[in-house]
């Protein structure tokens, strides 16, 4: 479930994934509180549902479609972010739609991220993972990084699991930061 920006013509895509039932969102409600506070600076957001959210292949798709939708508003830049099976999906997307300027992942996955050294040049991407991920280890966003090409960057937080719950402020401000500093047409 991606969200996407705008302002002016951009947008910005996130995902989440369902635990019981209920959407978890990294960084305590990291996606809600952006999509809240991006409105000040008039960007809009768009939730996509995944019709298959464990399959990265139909989840890329459904966030192309996402974007292609935007797109046919007249938004001309977009960015993704993902978490977890998300980072993969993000990326997968990214390569396959040239509107996408930023991507984010969170605690990513590395299998599927292989299209990333096709964004460079086009797409800012920050890879963002925490040294305590009993899920995924840290190491996957760090393999993704090696093979990612300018403008990339790595954050690794100490003591942050999965979730990244315990940085969740950190967690945001870098996003934002991120967000606002690569989009066209946003104030820093």
């Known amino acids: 479930?991606?969200?996407?920006?705008?302002?002016?013509?951009?947008?910005?895509?996130?995902?989440?994934?369902?635990?019981?039932?209920?959407?978890?969102?990294?960084?305590?409600?990291?996606?809600?509180?952006?999509?809240?506070?991006?409105?000040?600076?008039?960007?809009?957001?768009?939730?996509?549902?995944?019709?298959?959210?464990?399959?990265?292949?139909?989840?890329?798709?459904?966030?192309?479609?996402?974007?292609?939708?935007?797109?046919?508003?007249?938004?001309?830049?977009?960015?993704?972010?993902?978490?977890?099976?998300?980072?993969?999906?993000?990326?997968?997307?990214?390569?396959?739609d040239p509107a996408v300027r930023v991507v984010v992942t969170i605690a990513t996955q590395a299998p599927g991220t292989e299209p990333v050294a096709g964004l460079a040049g086009r797409a800012a991407i920050l890879l963002i993972h925490g040294d305590a991920d009993r899920v995924l280890a840290h190491r996957s966003s760090e393999e993704v990084y090696r093979r990612a090409r300018e403008p990339r960057r790595l954050v690794v937080y100490e003591g942050a699991g999965h979730t990244l719950d315990e940085v969740a402020e950190s967690l945001y401000v870098d996003v934002k930061a991120w967000l606002l500093k690569h989009l066209p047409g946003t104030l820093v």
């Open 1 to 96: 479930m991606p969200l996407l920006r705008g302002r002016g013509g951009k947008k910005w895509c996130r995902h989440g994934r369902r635990d019981r039932g209920r959407v978890r969102h990294p960084g305590r409600d990291l996606y809600p509180r952006l999509a809240k506070d991006l409105s000040d600076d008039r960007i809009s957001t768009l939730r996509v549902q995944y019709r298959h959210p464990t399959d990265l292949v139909e989840s890329a798709v459904d966030t192309v479609l996402g974007t292609r939708y935007l797109e046919s508003q007249g938004v001309s830049a977009v960015g993704l972010v993902g978490h977890s099976l998300g980072g993969a999906v993000v990326i997968q997307a990214a390569a396959s």
